[in-house]
Each structure stands twice: as C-alpha cells, then as structure tokens.
C-alpha cells in the first residue's frame, strides 16, 4: 500500500530551518541603479522574443528598495531564513577589477535588515546573472571565469563574513549549463551542447574555489552548493538503461564531483538521455587537481526539489502526472522522500537542506485562494518528516517562493509566491499558503490533513 502520514502531527526537530527563496534578478528590479553593470539576463531580456510577453527584470518585485519591508513580512510570517542571491554585476560591475561599494552596501543593508528580525541570511553567490562583461569574455566556457567566481567570492565572504549566515556557491549548475547553453531557453542563449559541458565543469571549479575561500576567509556559517535534483523512475523495471542515463545526466554529473570527487562517464555522450557532448573534448578541460578541488568538503547539501521524471528503455522521457503550469514539473511528494534516502544511501553523509521547493499558480492572474500549494507544501513537508524519521540528516526547508516574481522565459505569467505581487503597485498579498506555511514553523510539525 502507498505511504500514509499517521493521524499525529509530525513534528521535526527543534533548529530546524524554515526559510522562503528568491534570487536577485527575479526580485530586485532597480538594473540600473547605485552602479550595477550589464548581466546576462539584461541582454537576453533585452531580446523581445525570448521571453513570454517580452518581459524584462523590470520591476522585479522591486526588493531592491523594499528590502525592509519585505523583511519585516517574512517577520510576521516566522520564517527563520532567507535565501536570497546577491548580484555579481552590482558588486563588480564588469566582472572583475574595482569593487562597488553601493553594491556591498545594498547586501549587507539587506542582510543586517533579516539579522535584526532574528532571520538567518542564506546567501546565494551566483543563481545564473553572470556580468556581461564576463560573457564577452567567453562566460563558462572559459575556465577563466571560474577564478573571476572565487575573486568575487572572496570580496562576499570579506564583507558579509563576520554575520553567521548559508552560504551557496552555485546555484543549479545542471540548469544554468543546460538550459543556458544548450537548450538556448535561458541565457545567454546558447544551443551547444559542448558549450553547455564546459559550463559544468567550470562552474562545478569555481563552487569548489569558492569552498576554499570561504575557509580561508574565516567567515562565519556553513557553506555548500545548491543543486536540483530529479528522481528519476524507469517505466520497464526489467529495462532500466535509459533512465540510468538519465540520472547520470540530470543528478550524477553533479553529485558524483562535488561528493566523490569523480564524473559519471555515462553522463556525456551521443546516447538518449546524455548530454550530447565530445566526452573526450570535456575531459581534455580538466587539470589535475580539478577534481580534489571541485571535491573540497563542504558542510551541507543544498537541494531544489519540484518533482520526478519517467524514462522509458530507449531513454526517452515519459511524463509522470500531475503536472503543473509550468509542464516540466512533474509533481510526486513522495519523490522527495526517495530522492533524500538514495541521498543518504548511496553518498557520504552530510547535513542535507531543501533550498527551493514549491509551485506555480496555475493562472497568470492574482490570486491569493491557493489550495493546490497548501496541498503540495503539505505533503512535501511529511516527506520530508517521514525522511527524518528514517535517519535523513535534513536540517531545514525553503519554500520557493517567497513572492510571485520575473520567472526568467515565463516572464511574470507564472507566479510561485506564497504571497503574490500586484506588479502594477508592487501590493504585497499573503495567500492561504503562506497561512498555512506560518502555522506549520509555528508549531514545528506538519499535520495529515
Ligand atoms: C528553479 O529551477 C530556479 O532555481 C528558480 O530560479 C525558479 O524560479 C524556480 O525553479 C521555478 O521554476 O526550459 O522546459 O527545458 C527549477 C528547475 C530546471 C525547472 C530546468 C525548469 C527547464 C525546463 N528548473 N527546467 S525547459
């Protein structure tokens, strides 16, 4: 019979991290303010056509200004994090060179706002805004933009060290490489899968550059990457080779450096379900030593989990229903619990953090009557209660998103908030949601119904 959650609550244990997440170019607004240089999301929005109704990062949910007052709602909701993404191109406007004080400034406002309000800073270093500058440059294809990454890494931790925070490097390398590089969806807007190769090896080099920093910095709090995570389930348990490579491509090839400290070989190569890329070109990319430094220890996981997949024997994707509005989100709560105890199963232990999880709206109108996501929430939370119950080291979970915000090609027609945005006045407006969310810190467990 399927899992039920038992009639008690359940309850999780007594630090764990309750937080909501965002990143910098979806929130912010503000592009040309206080220095910010150019990102690549500045040019790709700046294209009409690539993304739906020609939206751009502006306004954002305008945070860039209303950083108080957004703290002071997560403030009343309880939330004990935040996760926000500081952006590269505010605190070096090219890339490299001299540092943007307003840009560092802005940061540790906003962080001395949530360390004021009791609210842990959990601080993405770069969630796929890379400066301009740096692209013409060749972006992540150059191996060269790794140690730009740590350069700017380091002038973070040197600023904003001394405040115990969560740090995260990287956020979805697979993404950023895959949908950026690859399938040309996201910026910069590339379709080469050798272009999308070399993203994953130098942004996988720089989150381990990045670790090195940190603890040469002395900085306070914990460190790790953020990556999202697909289980991955064969529709022919007697024929499971293509889901196999599915897996290599979407959870091993990034799992197996940062925790082994080894590529998967299955993941690259002319196979359905690879990414399609000259497998001896991406070795020839790495230097002896990559691996132990892409390998450097860190002190937690980060995972963004939304849903599952299906594959079938050819290694073709099958989709597993339900979906949502946004159509790749196969929605399965009980993934959650097999992806976290494959986790605990098949890798070293280390503490592991849910730093994005959640859904869309199925409409692109205001709403703030969301029982779908009161749903979803719900049953992820007892996954993950039921995950710690079976030894899981988990140690908290963020709720993507805190507002409804610029959903990078979906502009803003697709709102994840668990309060929603009037982009017109910029409204702030909890929705049921974010009740329900506020209820659950406040008594620390989840209920079955
Ligand atoms: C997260 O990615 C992001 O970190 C966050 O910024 C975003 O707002 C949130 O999810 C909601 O989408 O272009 O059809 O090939 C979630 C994982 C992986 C989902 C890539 C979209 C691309 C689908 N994403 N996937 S497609």
Redesign the pocket.
């Given at each position: 019979p399927p899992w039920a959650p038992p009639a008690e609550p359940m309850g999780f244990p007594a630090d764990y991290l309750w937080g909501t997440a965002t990143?910098a170019f979806?929130v912010e607004g503000a592009t040309t303010v206080d220095g910010r240089g150019p990102s690549i999301w500045d040019a790709f929005t700046a294209v009409k056509a690539n993304i739906r109704g020609g939206a751009t990062g502006e306004p954002g949910a305008d945070q860039y200004r209303r950083y108080e007052s957004d703290a002071d709602l997560m403030s009343d909701l309880g939330v004990g994090a935040y996760r926000f993404s500081i952006s590269w191109s505010r605190i070096f406007p090219t890339g490299a060179g001299q540092v943007n004080r307003a840009g560092v400034d802005h940061y540790r406002a906003l962080v001395e706002a949530l360390v004021a309000r009791g609210i842990r800073p959990a601080i993405t270093l770069f969630?796929w805004d890379l400066p301009q500058a740096l692209q013409d440059g060749g972006g992540w294809q150059e191996r060269d933009t790794a140690t730009r990454f740590a350069e700017y890494a380091r002038t973070l931790f040197d600023a904003l060290g001394d405040v115990e925070a969560d740090w995260f490097t990287i956020?979805?390398p697979k993404?950023h490489a895959f949908?950026g590089h690859w399938?040309g969806?996201h910026a910069p807007g590339l379709t080469d899968p050798d272009a999308a190769a070399a993203a994953v090896h130098h942004q996988l080099l720089a989150h381990g550059l990045a670790v090195q920093a940190f603890r040469a910095s002395g900085a306070r709090g914990r460190i790790g990457i953020a990556l999202?995570l697909l289980p991955v389930y064969a529709t022919d348990p007697d024929a499971t080779g293509g889901a196999d490579r599915v897996d290599a491509s979407e959870n091993r090839l990034f799992l197996d450096p940062v925790l082994l400290g080894t590529y998967p070989v299955e993941a690259i190569g002319p196979y359905p379900g690879s990414l399609p890329a000259d497998a001896a070109a991406f070795e020839a990319l790495q230097q002896p030593g990559d691996l132990d430094v892409v390998s450097e220890p860190c002190d937690l996981l980060a995972i963004?989990y939304?849903g599952v997949t299906g594959v079938d024997p050819g290694g073709n994707t099958v989709t597993i229903e339900p979906t949502s509005a946004?159509s790749?989100q196969q929605i399965r709560a009980e993934g959650l619990y097999d992806l976290l105890t494959r986790l605990r199963d098949e890798y070293p232990a280390i503490p592991l953090l849910i730093t994005?999880n959640g859904m869309p709206d199925p409409l692109p109108a205001v709403t703030v009557d969301d029982p779908y996501r009161v749903d979803y929430l719900r049953t992820h939370f007892q996954q993950a209660a039921r995950a710690i119950g079976e030894g899981v080291p988990l140690i908290g979970h963020f709720v993507?998103?805190l507002l409804d915000n610029f959903?990078?090609?979906e502009g803003y027609a697709q709102r994840?908030g668990i309060v929603a945005v009037d982009f017109d006045t910029q409204e702030r407006m909890p929705k049921a949601s974010a009740g329900f969310f506020s209820d659950v810190i406040a008594s620390n467990a989840v209920s079955s119904a």
């Open positions: 990143s979806q969630h956020n979805e993404t949908v399938y969806v999202n963004q939304y946004a790749w994005e993507w998103s959903e990078w090609a994840w």
